[in-house]
T-cell receptor, first 115, second 115 residues
Framework: AQKITQTQPGMFVQEKEAVTLDCTYD???????LFWYKQPSSGEMIFLIY??????QNATEGRYSLNFQKARKSANLVISASQLGDSAMYFC????????????FGKGTKLSVIP | EAGVAQSPRYKIIEKRQSVAFWCNPI?????LYWYQQILGQGPKLLIQ????????DSQLPKDRFSAERLKGVDSTLKIQPAKLEDSAVYLC?????????????FGPGTRLLVL
């Protein structure tokens, strides 16, 4: 069974600074995908970035980048130039398994951006 | 492009009552998911549909929960009778197809409080 571990329940970052949110995964599948979602207080899960297990380069989407270290089974999210609007819960998730491609989520990290 | 729509946004009921949630996925998305998110945790899959067929309902408490996706578009999730532990956010998501690389897009969720 897949397992996602996010060891940081809460993080603080100064506005305009960069922050790294940790995520480790545990899967025996060769083919899998890793996702990061943002959940503001409004409740909607907003897709941020995706990394496939066979992708050789780290994924980037604007201010978001994914530091993918396959041997260590880690997929950390890096947010550059933090903004006040980045304050939210952040969830790491993986997807694998033939037929039922369900997302397995970690418990999340609450990020607070300080002005 | 319109996102995933859900209603109602909030619902308060007493235990043993019944409740239903509605979801309209992104146009053209064949796969629809219902997730349950209990406070302080990541979302957990309840049921996955591919068009109007069930792909995975292994984590759906079938003694009280039911879901359908008639005509392969809209979906309803029902709880009857509700228990206190059903208090959670119910998230609907959709994706173009069911695969390990396909992003799931979430709706705003329905916050259920069972008293």
């Amino acid at each position: 069974a897949q397992k996602i571990t996010q060891t940081q329940p809460g993080m603080f970052v100064q506005e305009k600074e960069a922050v790294t949110l940790d995520c480790t995964y545990d899967t025996s599948d060769q083919s899998y995908g890793l996702f990061w979602y943002k959940q503001p207080s409004s409740g909607e899960m907003i897709f941020l970035i995706y990394q496939g297990s066979y992708d050789e380069q780290n994924a980037t989407e604007g201010r978001y980048s994914l530091n993918f270290q396959k041997a260590r089974k880690s997929a950390n999210l890096v947010i550059s130039a933090s903004q006040l609007g980045d304050s939210a819960m952040y969830f790491c998730a993986d997807i694998s398994g033939a037929g039922s491609y369900q997302l397995t989520f970690g418990k999340g990290t609450k990020l607070s951006v300080i002005p | 492009e319109a996102g995933v729509a859900q209603s109602p946004r909030y619902k308060i009921i007493e235990k043993r009552q019944s409740v239903a949630f509605w979801c309209n996925p992104i146009s053209g998305h064949a796969t629809l998911y219902w997730y349950q998110q209990i406070l302080g945790q990541g979302p957990k899959l309840l049921i996955q549909f591919q068009n109007n067929g069930v792909v995975d309902d292994s984590q759906l408490p079938k003694d009280r929960f039911s879901a359908e996706r008639l005509k392969g578009v809209d979906s309803t999730l029902k709880i009857q009778p509700a228990k206190l532990e059903d208090s959670a956010v119910y998230l609907c998501a959709s994706s173009l197809v069911s695969s390990g690389q396909e992003t799931q897009y979430f709706g705003p969720g329905t916050r259920l409080l069972v008293l």
